[in-house]
């Protein structure tokens, strides 16, 4: 378990101050941040918990019971260290069956677009064919117009009608099922679900890298997640199947040893590729002296394991990105975060892949203050915070408002945020 606590550092809790939780699944562990809003807006973060966890593959949970067992361990840690009870959370996930659909709508307006029309033509955007498995998790607007004239912000405007074009992204229904059932094993409202790739974007980014150009990379253990940024707008997001555990796989398979044992040496003695390494190769003094192996390990060996598996990963996202004509421009930055991002050589071995400049993503979170959570393996979960955070106009779907009136279940809702006009092509 990692934590940081801010309650250490004397800030001055205020009066009106309420406060945020946001629960990050992951493959290899479960983290919750609690963020402090005033006024609306977030202040800052007061903390984050991690845990290691199982029953969760690539991103998705598979043993329900598994999961809870940790977060209910991980809730008893988050009030233990940062003193807070949490009783709802924004849950983040990283599914890699999202599927997006583009889909136009439109609603006639009395007089001035109000949020209640903005609420209906989102509504109106969500009437799109699904397959029975599917359910809908965000709907992100693309551009709207106003008596068919391009706007960014409808609000308040004199109109007739209101129009919307937008990305309507979904995921099995049975990944929502699976939260909500890990949520109510232990007594948690999931107060929306978040597809973590667009949080994530929020806590590594700034408005000069999303205008100019980047590519934002989260190399975790089970996914590496990809978004795509241009002129303040998100143009591609993706959740590729590999990250950290297939490079520890691969290791213990090579080296004959158990996973805990190569996830060890990947951490200690890893190279993202040979080629950064002397021309001799040069045993691993450690693994001979314990007696690890009946052979010679050389850093050589482990690096060569782990810049195989590394291609293949950094191949699959590239190769996706041109299956859907991502355009990768000259002046692009590359972002990398996440935990796996922080091997040895990797900022550089992908700079070299990509031919771009490749900079650690670190959450913006201010320095001096928050130092243990400028980390980029807290790079998700501060971005669950902030994008829960962001003004919103919360639309309970018709799945899942059928849902509670013929059950007890919780609903889960969709968010569309009204920060996201005009961020996605």
Not at 75 to 90: C, K, N, S, Y
Not at 270 to 288: D, K, R, S, V
Not at 320 to 342: C, N, P, W, Y
Not at 358 to 381: K, M
Request: aromatic share 6%; charged share 20%.
């Amino acid at each position: 378990m990692h934590s940081f606590d801010q309650m250490d550092a004397n800030l001055d809790l205020e009066d009106n101050a309420e406060f945020i939780a946001a629960l990050d699944i992951g493959t290899s562990k479960l983290t919750i941040s609690i963020g402090q809003v005033v006024n609306g807006k977030l202040r800052c973060l007061m903390g984050t918990v991690d845990a290691a966890t199982k029953g969760v593959e690539q991103g998705r949970i598979t043993n329900v019971q598994e999961v809870a067992r940790s977060l209910r361990s991980l809730l008893e840690d988050v009030e233990a260290i940062l003193g807070f009870q949490v009783g709802e959370v924004h849950v983040g996930i990283s599914d890699p069956s999202i599927a997006v659909h583009l889909n136009s709508a439109m609603v006639p307006v009395t007089d001035h677009v109000t949020r209640q029309d903005i609420i209906a033509v989102h509504r109106a955007a969500e009437a799109i064919p699904l397959q029975p498995y599917e359910a809908i998790l965000h709907v992100l607007p693309i551009r709207y117009y106003v008596d068919k004239k391009v706007v960014a912000a409808p609000e308040g405007q004199r109109s007739v009608r209101l129009d919307v074009d937008a990305k309507i992204v979904t995921i099995p229904r049975s990944s929502i099922d699976s939260v909500q059932r890990v949520c109510a094993e232990v007594g948690l409202i999931p107060v929306e679900i978040i597809f973590t790739p667009l949080a994530t974007a929020l806590a590594v980014t700034n408005p000069r890298s999303a205008f100019l150009g980047t590519i934002v990379m989260d190399m975790g253990a089970g996914t590496t997640d990809v978004t795509v940024h241009e002129g303040n707008k998100i143009t591609y997001f993706d959740v590729v199947p590999a990250g950290g555990d297939y490079i520890t796989g691969d290791l213990a398979q090579g080296l004959h040893c158990l996973t805990h044992e190569a996830e060890s040496i990947k951490l200690k003695h890893g190279c993202a590729n040979p080629m950064y390494l002397g021309e001799e190769p040069e045993p691993i003094a450690e693994l001979q002296q314990a007696g690890f192996s009946r052979w010679e390990i050389t850093y050589h060996d482990v690096a060569a394991i782990m810049g195989a598996r590394i291609d293949e990963i950094l191949t699959m996202v590239m190769s996706r990105m041109e299956q859907a004509e991502v355009e990768i421009k000259d002046h692009f930055e590359v972002i990398l975060t996440g935990g796996t991002s922080q091997m040895s050589q990797m900022r550089r071995y992908v700079e070299e892949v990509f031919q771009l400049r490749t900079a650690i993503g670190i959450p913006n979170v201010p320095q001096g203050e928050f130092d243990l959570a400028r980390n980029p393996q807290y790079a998700s979960s501060v971005g669950l915070l902030m994008f829960a955070n962001q003004e919103q106009v919360r639309v309970e779907t018709p799945v899942e408002a059928a849902q509670t009136a013929t059950t007890s279940k919780t609903s889960v809702f969709s968010k569309f945020k009204l920060i996201f006009s005009g961020l996605f092509d």
